[in-house]
C-alpha cells in the first residue's frame, strides 16, 4: 500500500499496522530530536524504553475504519503518543513518582527542569506532527487545545484534593477530566478528518468510560500504596464516605462503567473502536468477568 493511499473503511492487518507504527516511530524520533543537544538523546530514550503506543494503535485502527489515508493516519497516531507521553513526564514529576517503564522517571534520572523542558518539547512537537494531518489540520488543533484544556483541569482537581476527596462522583469527574480526554483524543480526531464531527459525542463518553473503569481497576491493586501517599485513589474515597466494604464498591464500579463503555462502543462505526475493545478483555478478566461473547 503507498504512503498516501487511503484504507478501505476496514479493520487493517497486523502487518499494515506494524508498519505504520513503524512510521509513527520515525516521525516522532524527528520531531523532537531535531536540535542538538542532550536533551534529544534523553527524549528518545524515553521512547525506546517501551510503552504499547495504546493512543496510537486507536488513531491508526480507527483511521482504518473511516477511510483516511496513511499519512493523516501516522500524523494522528504520533500526535496523540507525543501528547501523552508529555503529560506521562509531566505527571511524574508532580506526584513524585521515581519510576516509569521499570527505569527511574525523567525527573529522577535527569532533574526535574529537563523533565519539564521533555514535556514541552513533546506538546510542541505534538501540534507539528498535526499540522501534517490535511485540510482539517486547523480545526484538529483547536480541538487539541481544549482536550488538553480538560486534562489540566484535572490535574489541578487531583492536585488540589489529593487523599482528601471523599465524594465518588467528584473522583469520577477528576479520573475522566485526567484520563478521558487523551484517551478519546485519536478517536475524535480521526471522526473529525473524516468529516464524522456528529459522532464526537459518542466517541467521548466511550473513552471516559473505558478510562474510569481503568482508573478503579488501577486503584484497587495501587490502594495501600496511595494511601502511604496521601495520593488520590477510588478506594479511599469510598471509605470516606463511609462505604462498609470500600473495594467491592469500587470493583462493582468499575464493572458499571466498563459495561456502560462496552455499550457505547457497540454504537460506534464498525471497527472505529477496535483497539479500545480489545483493550477491555483484560479488565473484564481482572473484574473477574466471563470474556464478552462475539
Not at 512510521?23 to 542538538?36: F, N, R, S
Not at 478521558?180 to 459518542?202: F, H, Q, V, Y
Not at 462502543?265 to 466471563?290: F, N
Request: proline share 4%; charged share 20%; net charge negative.
Amino acid at each position: 500500500m503507498q504512503a498516501g493511499a487511503n484504507f478501505k473503511g476496514s479493520k487493517m492487518t497486523d502487518n499494515e499496522l506494524a508498519s505504520l507504527l513503524t512510521k509513527v516511530e520515525a516521525l516522532i524520533d524527528t520531531l523532537c530530536t531535531g536540535e542538538p543537544g542532550s536533551l534529544a538523546g534523553i527524549v528518545r530514550n524515553h521512547f525506546s524504553a517501551g510503552g504499547s503506543r495504546v493512543r496510537a494503535r486507536i488513531a491508526l485502527q480507527a483511521g482504518s475504519a473511516l477511510g483516511l489515508s496513511q499519512t493523516i493516519c501516522v500524523a494522528l497516531a504520533s500526535g496523540c503518543e507525543l501528547l501523552h507521553n508529555a503529560s506521562l513526564v509531566h505527571d511524574d514529576l508532580q506526584d513524585r513518582d521515581g519510576m516509569r517503564r521499570n527505569a527511574p522517571s525523567m525527573w529522577l534520572a535527569h532533574g526535574e527542569a529537563i523533565a519539564i523542558c521533555a514535556g514541552d518539547l513533546m506538546l510542541s512537537s505534538a501540534y507539528a506532527a498535526l499540522a501534517q494531518a490535511g485540510p482539517k489540520a486547523a480545526s484538529m488543533i483547536t480541538h487539541v487545545h481544549l482536550r488538553v484544556a480538560h486534562v489540566i483541569s484535572g490535574q489541578c482537581e487531583d492536585l488540589r484534593l489529593g487523599g482528601t476527596c471523599n465524594d465518588p462522583e467528584a473522583y469520577e469527574q477528576i479520573a475522566a477530566a485526567k484520563s478521558g480526554p487523551l484517551l478519546a483524543l485519536p478517536l475524535e480526531l480521526a471522526l473529525i478528518a473524516a468529516g464524522r464531527e456528529p459522532l464526537l459525542g459518542a466517541a467521548s463518553r466511550a473513552a471516559t468510560l473505558f478510562a474510569i473503569a481503568y482508573q478503579m481497576l488501577d486503584d484497587l491493586g495501587d490502594a495501600d500504596r496511595d494511601a502511604a501517599n496521601g495520593s488520590l485513589n477510588a478506594v479511599a474515597v469510598y471509605a470516606a464516605k463511609g462505604i462498609t466494604n470500600p473495594r467491592r464498591a469500587v470493583r462493582e464500579a468499575a464493572v458499571a462503567r466498563l459495561e456502560a463503555f462496552e455499550q457505547t462502543a457497540a454504537e460506534l462505526p464498525a471497527g472505529l473502536a477496535h483497539s479500545l475493545v480489545a483493550r477491555a478483555a483484560p479488565i473484564r478478566l481482572a473484574l473477574g468477568l466471563q470474556p464478552e461473547t462475539a
